[in-house]
């Protein structure tokens, strides 16, 4: 299968994006700022989750597998931990 890795500081969007390219369900809800944010559907069996926060939700590097039709094979969309990682200078490493 191919492998797509997603790359980039944190809070950028890296998950939003990976659960967008992998066809998971997301949704728009009002958080306790009263800020329209992205949720993934918890329900669906292979996503990532979505950090609405100031703190990093991407730990360690997380993957979901889909099957492409058009490609006739599967992909593998790596979500990765952000630069400059809000978990400190021990995660970075």
């Not at 994006?17 to 669906?44: A, H, R």
């Not at 039709?69 to 952000?82: E, M, R, S």
């Amino acid at each position: 299968p191919y492998s797509i890795v997603i790359l980039g500081k944190t809070g950028v969007g890296k998950s939003t994006i990976l659960n967008m390219l992998s066809s998971n369900k997301l949704q728009v809800v009002q958080d306790d700022y009263g800020d329209f944010v992205y949720e993934v559907d918890l329900d669906s069996d292979n996503n990532s989750p979505i950090g609405n926060s100031l703190s990093s939700e991407t730990s360690i590097p997380y993957k979901i597998t889909r099957f492409d039709t058009n490609l006739n094979t599967g992909v593998n969309y790596w979500d990765c931990p952000g630069f400059g990682d809000t978990n400190g200078p021990l995660q970075d490493i």
